[in-house]
């Protein structure tokens, strides 16, 4: 069975910073493409990173509401995708979901970013 | 504002059909037949209800059908349930820098 678990939210101030885990089970992780997506509190779900299968994760690809603050990487030999986010700011306040391409997500992880 | 235009709420009554439609551009849903359709109850995952256009995952009634033409996706339910009111999302790859990207969400009301 295929299960993605993430985990790393909390509660952090403006400036901050947050590293997100999703941890995979059930599935051969290193041939899969990833994608990070959020859903701000009473609001639709916004796509925020993607990191290929090929090449360890070679590509990636930001939203441009957060490149040149998050950074996704993963570690095949862990089964694991991160999310490294920096500069926080309070509109980055949401649920964040791992995603095996879009066929099967995390239960989601919540960044509340607030002083 | 979201990349792929969903219209903010729908409604049907029990029994009936509504469609959902999902209006992209050249660069996505018109491009690519990685076309999803997901239902997500507050506070939940999205749950995936279609892929790739109109595939149904095992498990998914039915009643749910996904397809598509030129640039606009559709998502049919038929035969309205209760169970069916909540929130539905489109979503498509697309051949820009951004390689996905969501529709701003359609709210089912079951009548």
């Known amino acids: 069975e295929v299960q993605l678990v993430d985990s790393g939210g909390g509660l952090v101030q403006p400036g901050g910073s947050l590293r997100l885990s999703c941890v995979a089970s059930g599935f051969n992780f290193s041939k899969y493409e990833m994608n990070w997506v959020r859903q701000a509190p009473g609001k639709g779900l916004e796509w925020v990173s993607y990191i290929s299968s090929r090449g360890n994760g070679a590509t990636k690809y930001y939203a441009d509401s957060v490149r040149g603050r998050f950074t996704i990487s993963r570690d095949n030999a862990k089964n694991s995708l991160y999310l490294q986010m920096d500069s926080l700011r309070v509109e980055d306040t949401a649920v964040y979901f791992c995603?095996?391409?879009?066929?099967?997500w995390g239960q989601g992880t919540l960044v509340t970013v607030s002083s | 504002q979201s990349a792929l235009t969903q219209p903010a709420s729908v409604s049907g009554s029990r029994g009936q059909s509504i469609t959902i439609s999902c209006t992209g551009t050249?660069?996505?849903?018109?491009?690519?037949?990685?076309v999803y359709w997901f239902q997500q109850d507050p506070g939940t995952a999205p749950k995936v209800i279609i892929y790739e256009v109109s595939k149904r995952p095992s498990g998914v009634s039915y009643r749910f059908s996904g397809s598509k033409s030129g640039n606009t996706a559709s998502l049919t339910i038929s035969g309205l349930q209760a169970e069916d009111e909540t929130h539905y999302y489109c979503?498509?790859?697309?051949?820009?820098?951004?390689?996905?990207?969501f529709g701003g969400g359609t709210k089912l009301t079951v009548l």
């Open positions: 979503a498509s790859y697309t051949s820009r820098a951004t390689p996905v990207v």
């Open positions: 995603a095996r391409a879009l066929n099967y």
């Open positions: 050249s660069s996505d849903i018109g491009d690519y037949n990685y």
